[in-house]
């Protein structure tokens, strides 16, 4: 049996915005009012738990929420903080929520309720919300890792068009992920970054979202 997080705490989190970096970041890169848009859409929350610290909330089509991911960011460069006192938290293991067990969704499997619009899946929370601005025809919902993609969590998909676009590196695991759930959604899998990434841009570990912002 899945545990959820009550709502409210979700509420509180977006409350307020100011000590956020990753918000910062996007405040630097969209201005306010776009920015304002991406927090609402996606609830990006605000945390305490690590100074200027950032929650990706996990909520599925039916409003429950399955978790929190708490992460921190440099407000100027967008990046993750590679400081080891800094790694990836959750939001049920800062309450301290006795027996609580984590069943993870997309990022963004709330905004499945359009039916109206194709699917686009990438990796990390901050590509998704990126390029929601660059194409917004698109729904934008990330994976959370690597390995973030398996039936369950696709089950909300069935029957959708959806457009995996695999990180530098990831390109076979996603193919070979996308032939495995071919019986749920019609999945097509981009090789934009494997044609396209300079060798430089592979030891940075580029993403869809590092090109994207080279434009206005």
């Known amino acids: 049996m899945a545990s959820f997080i009550p709502p409210e705490i979700l509420r509180q989190s977006l409350e307020s915005h100011e000590p956020n970096n990753f918000i910062k970041f996007l405040l630097n890169l969209f201005g ?3 920015t304002s848009q991406l927090v609402n859409r996606y609830f ?3 945390t305490n738990y690590y100074p200027g610290g950032t929650i990706f909330w996990q909520v ?3 409003g429950r929420v399955h978790a929190g991911k708490i992460m921190l960011y440099n407000p100027i460069t967008g990046r993750r903080s590679k400081d080891l006192r800094f790694k990836v938290s959750w939001v049920h293991a800062a309450l301290r929520i006795p027996d609580f067990k984590l069943n993870q969704t997309f990022f963004g499997e709330h905004l499945l309720t359009d039916k109206s619009r194709s699917i686009a899946i990438v ?3 901050k590509t998704a919300i990126i390029a929601s601005i660059y194409f917004p025809q698109l729904i934008w919902l990330a994976a959370g890792s690597k390995a973030g993609i ?3 969590k696709c089950i909300p998909l069935a029957g959708r068009q959806v457009i995996l676009y695999p990180d530098l590196g990831a390109f076979e695991i996603w193919s ?4 495995e759930l071919s019986y749920l959604a019609f999945f097509t899998v981009s090789s934009l970054l494997e044609k396209t990434a300079t060798e430089t841009e592979r030891n940075k570990g580029f993403d869809i979202a ?3 912002t080279m434009f206005d």
């Open 60 to 62: 599925d089509t039916r």
């Open 210 to 212: 590092d090109y994207l």
């Open 150 to 152: 398996d039936s369950i």
């Open 176 to 179: 070979k992920k996308a032939k």
């Open 44 to 46: 990006i929350g605000t």
């Open 32 to 34: 306010p009012e776009i």
């Open 123 to 125: 990796e990390s929370e």
